[in-house]
């Protein structure tokens, strides 16, 4: 596996990430752009209208149907938040040209397709099609509405919401209702354009290809000739918006809801800095909270038998460590207090190269799997885009195995708690858990 850059325009980039494993050709289009509120509603509108049709494609079902003719090709788009930029995404898979019954050149249909979907949608005078606005934004908005049912990732992304209020990895990928009720298709037609002309646009193409082929397609393929060079910053590096001021005061924020587990976040800043130090974090990580080995699988959960569930990650473009738990309401004190305890042993270096080994094998095992599949090495690159830096697996590996118990320690020593999120049950089913445990008592 090897990835080559090929700059198309300024701001717009190709990148080939040669393959023979595959019998399929993965091709992913991002357009990434930071996180901003008056902007965030919009670019989750965005690829529900595109999918709906093109100049060529007129409606899904048209798409659909060449997607059929193309041996079955398949499409899909999403949304995501990496650090504080928002990503658009568009994939598209399709067998391999050498699979093709007459020799046909799929790949370049694939990447042609893909594109005028991105990029030359269907529209009457500039403007997408009103009825279609008004069903995209209904189902947004209750993808947006929907975010309160896994009430994990609701406390995650609310202690997320929290910690970064000003910034925008507190904002939610997807939007919010009051913006999008004031969503017009005059507004979001001239943001379209606006956008696709503005926007870093990269384009990731991963299977079994001739490189100079797929370079003479994409440059003269005619969606990509209409755009304009990108101008000036296109994304938020994580370097200017990493966490790395002290918090004074730890905030405790809890809400309740008609809920039987709490679900316990709490997040923390991490401010040791120096070679290899993300990395560093990332060993830390599933030494603490990372696997069925970590600290917190194993005490939290198993031994005190405190939580269903105990994890933590390690978000390595804010520096960022969130410890989440999934515990009965009572158990909030007993809960807080063991977790600290986890990460004060490993301040003072209890834990041991046992553990260390542990953690670097299963994160090692989860790094070689990045070549078995073509979308986890689309992420690979991704990931390297945004934050600015170039390595290869072998080298992620042996930064992995680099890390000493001294590095992990010096992390462990500069993390600082800043906030702890707790979504408890209302009053009544407090009352009701705390009197379902005195008759329990009460039987024994």
Known sequence: M????????????????????????????????PLKRETVTKNALIPLLLKRGTVN?????????????????????????????????FYMESISNKYTLEQEDLLKESI??????????????????????????????????????????????????????HEGFGLYKYGYLDDLENITNSDISKYYHNLINEIKIDIYISGNFDEKNVEDILKLNKDISRLHPRKGEYIINNSSTETVQKVDN???????????????????NALARGENMTNIGIVFNSILGDGANSML????????????????TFNKLKYNVFVRCGIEIPNYDKAVSIIKEQIENIKIGK???????????????????IEAEQDTEIVFYIGQEI???????????????????????????????NLIYFLTGTENEDSENELESQEADNDE
């Open 2 to 33: 090897s990835e080559k850059i090929i700059e198309l325009k300024e701001g717009i980039n190709a990148h080939l990430i040669k393959n023979d494993k595959f019998k399929t050709n993965l091709i992913c289009v991002m357009l990434t752009t």
């Open 57 to 89: 494609y007129q409606s899904q079902s048209e798409i659909s149907m060449k997607l059929e003719k193309m041996y079955g090709a398949g499409f899909d788009s999403g949304i995501d938040k990496i650090g504080d930029n928002q990503a658009i995404k």
């Open 112 to 165: 042609d397709l893909l594109l005028e979907i991105v990029f030359n949608p269907y529209m009457k005078n500039n403007e997408f099609i009103e009825q279609i606005l008004e069903t995209e934004k209904e189902n947004l908005r209750k993808i947006i509405e929907s975010k309160i049912d896994n009430k994990d990732f609701y406390a995650f992304n609310r202690c997320i919401e929290n910690m970064h209020e």
């Open 250 to 268: 730890v905030r405790t924020i809890k809400e309740e809801m008609e809920i039987k587990q709490g679900k316990l976040v709490i997040g923390f």
């Open 297 to 312: 699988f194993q005490n939290v959960r198993e031994k005190a038998g405190l939580a269903y569930t105990a994890h933590s």
């Open 351 to 369: 834990f041991s190269e046992t553990d260390i080994q542990n953690a670097k094998n299963y994160i090692i095992s989860g790094i070689k799997g």
């Open 387 to 417: 934050s600015k830096t170039r390595y290869t697996v072998d080298e992620y590996i042996e930064s992995i195995k680099s890390v000493t118990k001294e590095q992990i320690i010096e992390f462990a020593n500069g993390l600082q708690m």
